[in-house]
C-alpha cells in the first residue's frame, strides 16, 4: 500500500509537473495518471461508440455504478459537464409564474449561479432575495436568517451550498433542506465540492428537490464530469441543455425519463470523462482504501497545514471557524492573511478601491504562478483579506511550509507597492 | 509528404484501432494522434492555468488564430461545447415577446435544436412554423418555400443549416441569409459541420446575426469544442450558459463583451480543448496541405466512392442529388438502399411500423458494430431507407469496397427478419 502524501503523489499523480506545489485541488481538480489513462484510451475508442444505443449503455452503467457507490437512486441522477451546468438546467427548466415566483440565494452563491437568478430576472422579471451570511455564523444562526426568509412563504426555490466556494464553508444543508420543506420551497442544493468530500447518503432520505456536484474536482474523474440530481418528482420538467433528441432507446429506457432525456447529451461533449467513474471509484476503493481513509488523512493534514501557515502567517492571522467548529470540509480552509501594522492602511485602501485590490491581486498571481509555480486564491470577505487552501491525498506537510514562505513574500512584496 | 488516405491514416490517425472502417466522421469525428497528444499535455498542465486571467489570455489566442484562419473578426466569435449548445445558448438569450414573436425552422432542423425551439414552446409559449422540405429539391424550391413563410413578416428568428444531418445535404444558406434581412428575421444558421468542410468567408460580408459550428468534426479539434457566431448588434443580449462570472479580467478585454461572457465557460469545461485549435490548424496547413487540398481529396475520393457503392448495391440505388448538383459536400453524401422486389413491402411495413423499422435498424446496427466494426448511420426518409457515409482525408477507396459488402450482406440478413 502506498501512503498518502509524497508517496501517493510520486506514484499516482506523475502528470503534475515536478515543480509545482498544487495547493488549489479545490478550482481545478488533478486527475490520478491511471484514470488520464483510462480517459485517453477511452477518447481514441470513440469510433467504438458512436451508437446512440452503445452509449445510453455505457451512461447507464457508469450511472449505477455512482448511484450504488453513493447510495443515490441511479434513475435520480443524470451526468452533466458541470455543477454550474446543473444549477443553470435546474433553473431554467422550472415553469415559474414570473409575475409572483420569487427564489432565494445567499450572499456566498457561487458567482456563475447568482447570476443565473438575475440572468431570470432580467429576462423574464423573475423576483430574488439574497441572505447576507457574514461568517463566521453558527449554523443556528444561518439557519434562522434562511428562516427569516422562507417563513414568509414567498419562495418558489431556495438554493443554498453544501460546501460554498470562497470563503469554503460547510451549510449546514441538512437542516436547510427541511426548512425548505417546512416552507414549501424548492430546494437546490450546489453540492459544487460534495462528491468525493461529504457523505451522500442523506439525499435519498432527505430528498431534496436538485442536488448538483461535480466529480472531476474530489471524486477523480477527469473534467469536466458533474451529477444532478433530481427528485422523482420533477423529472417531467427537466429540460438537458442543449436539450436531447427524442427517446433515444425506446426499447432500453421507457419508464427513464431522466435518463433519456439527458443521455444525448453526453454523446455530444463529455462521454470520455463518464466513462472514467468505475475508474475513479476503483482508485478511491483500491489504491486510497476508500472514502474514510481519504477524508481521515485530508483532516490530519488539514489540522497540521493550518498549524503550520497560522505560525508562518504571524500575528493577527486566524482560522475562518466557528465556535462549534462545524465550518470544516476535509478538503478545504481559509485563513485570513494578517493586515495589522503597515498593512493595516492598504487593507482599508483596497476596501474603498476595489480596483486597488484586483490589480494588487492580479501582481500576486502572475509572481505565484510564473516564478513559484504555485496558486492560492485569494480574496476580500467580511472586512479581511482571506487565502482559500485545499488540502488533497497527495498533498503532505511540506506543501505548506517553504511554500507558504513564498507565498508570504509574494503578498509582502506586492502589498509594498499599494503604500499610499 | 504523406498522400491521403492510406498513408495519411497510418502516419496521423494512429489512435484508430486497426480493424475498424471509420466511415462515419460526420457524427463523431476522428482525432489526429498529434492533436490528441497535444490535448492531452494540455489536460495535464490544467494546473498551471487556474487562474483566470491566464486562461483568458490563451482564449483570445486561440480565438484571434481561428478568426484569422476562417476570415472572422475574432471578437465576434466565442468557443462553446457543441454547435448544439451554441444553437440552445442563441435561442435561449434573445429577449423574446413571447406572446407574438414566432420562429421558423425546417423539417431536416437537427432533432435537439428543433426541440429547443419546442421546449420555448411549451415553457413560454412561443409559436414556430416548420418549412416541410421533401429532398431533392433544388435551391430555388428551397429559397421559395422559405420565402413563402417569410414573406409574410411574421418571423423573429429563422433558423436553418449549412449542412443538414440527416440526410446531409447542402443548403443554400447565403440566400437564406439575404432573405432573413429582407423580411426582417433574425438568422440563425446551424453549421455543424461548415468549419473544415466549408469556406466561411461569408460570414463577415453577409454578416448573419448568429451562426454555429462544430472544431471536433471536420477541423480535428478534439471533442468538444465549437465556435459561436454572434452578430456585432447582439453582443448585448447573449446569455452564455452556464452564465459567466461578472467581468473576468477588466483590464484585459473591457470591450470584448463577448470574450468577457463566454471565456469563463471555456474554463470551466472545455479549455483544453480550446487549446489544440493552433495545433488543428498547424496540422491543416502542414499535414493536410491546406483546405482546399483536403476539399479537394474529398471531392475526389467521394465520386469514386459514390460509384462503388452504387455498383455494390445495384439496381434501385441512388444518390442523394438534385439536377443542378447543388445538395453536394466535400464530406458527406446520402444513397438510397434498394427497396425493390421482396424488399419493398418490408419498406411499406417499416413506413406504417416505425417500432419495426427501429427494431430492424438496432439490429442492423449492432451486427455493423459488433462484428465489423463499421458505423453506417441509416434512416427513412422521404419514403424510402437511406445511408449516411462520410469521406475524410484519412479514407480510401478500399473502406467503400469490402466493408460496404459487409454493410449489404448486414441489411440483407436483418431485412429478412421483417418479411411477413
Not at 21 to 46: E, K
Not at 145 to 165: A, H, N, P, R, V
Not at 271 to 299: H, K, L, P, W
Request: proline share 4%.
Amino acid at each position: 500500500m502506498v501512503e498518502f502524501g509524497k508517496p501517493f503523489r510520486e506514484d499516482f499523480f506523475t502528470l503534475l509537473e515536478k515543480d509545482v506545489t498544487p495547493l488549489n485541488h479545490g478550482s481545478v481538480g488533478l486527475t490520478p495518471t491511471q484514470i488520464m489513462n483510462q480517459f485517453i484510451s477511452t477518447y481514441s475508442a470513440t469510433v467504438k461508440y458512436s451508437n446512440k444505443n452503445v452509449q445510453a449503455e455505457k451512461y447507464v452503467e457508469q450511472l449505477k455504478l455512482l448511484g450504488k457507490y453513493l447510495n443515490i437512486n441511479y434513475e435520480n441522477m443524470a451526468f452533466v459537464t458541470n455543477a454550474t451546468l446543473g444549477v443553470n438546467i435546474v433553473l431554467r427548466s422550472i415553469p415559474y409564474n414570473f409575475l409572483t415566483d420569487k427564489i432565494l440565494i445567499h450572499s456566498l452563491t457561487y458567482g456563475a449561479c447568482a447570476n443565473t437568478v438575475k440572468f431570470l430576472h432580467d429576462q423574464y422579471g423573475i423576483q430574488y432575495d439574497i441572505v447576507e451570511l457574514n461568517y463566521p455564523l453558527e449554523d443556528n444562526e444561518v439557519v434562522r436568517l434562511f428562516e427569516e426568509k422562507l417563513s414568509t412563504g414567498q419562495y418558489k426555490l431556495c438554493m443554498f451550498d453544501m460546501i460554498t466556494s470562497m470563503p469554503s464553508v460547510k451549510f449546514p444543508y441538512k437542516e436547510l433542506t427541511s426548512l425548505c420543506f417546512k416552507y414549501n420551497a424548492l430546494s437546490l442544493i450546489d453540492g459544487a465540492h460534495a462528491v468525493g468530500l461529504c457523505d451522500l447518503s442523506f439525499i435519498e432520505t432527505l430528498k431534496p428537490d436538485f442536488f448538483v456536484s461535480n466529480l472531476h474536482k474530489w471524486f477523480f474523474v477527469p473534467k469536466s464530469c458533474a451529477i444532478l440530481y433530481v427528485n422523482e418528482k420533477h423529472h417531467d420538467i427537466m429540460a438537458p441543455f442543449p436539450l436531447a433528441l427524442p427517446t433515444l432507446s425506446e426499447s432500453l429506457h421507457d419508464s427513464h425519463n431522466l435518463i433519456n432525456k439527458f443521455c444525448h447529451s453526453y454523446v455530444q461533449t463529455y462521454s470520455t470523462a463518464v466513462d472514467c467513474i468505475s475508474t475513479a471509484i476503483s482508485f478511491r476503493t483500491q489504491e486510497c482504501r476508500g472514502e474514510n481513509a481519504i477524508r481521515e488523512y485530508q483532516m490530519f493534514l488539514r489540522s497540521q497545514a493550518i498549524e503550520s501557515i497560522l505560525t508562518i502567517f504571524g500575528p493577527g492571522t486566524e482560522l475562518l471557524e466557528n465556535k462549534n467548529k462545524t465550518l470544516r470540509t476535509p478538503g478545504l480552509f481559509n485563513i485570513k492573511y494578517p493586515m495589522i501594522g503597515r498593512n493595516e492602511q492598504i487593507l482599508k485602501r483596497f476596501q474603498s478601491h476595489p480596483n486597488a485590490f484586483a490589480d494588487f491581486r492580479q501582481r500576486y498571481i502572475n509572481t505565484m504562478i510564473k516564478e513559484f509555480k504555485i496558486y492560492v486564491p485569494i480574496f476580500i470577505y467580511n472586512n479581511a483579506i482571506w487565502l482559500r487552501f485545499s488540502v488533497a491525498v497527495y498533498n503532505t506537510i511540506e506543501d505548506y511550509e517553504v511554500p507558504i514562505k513564498k507565498l508570504k513574500h509574494i503578498i509582502e512584496k506586492n502589498l509594498k507597492l499599494f503604500i499610499k
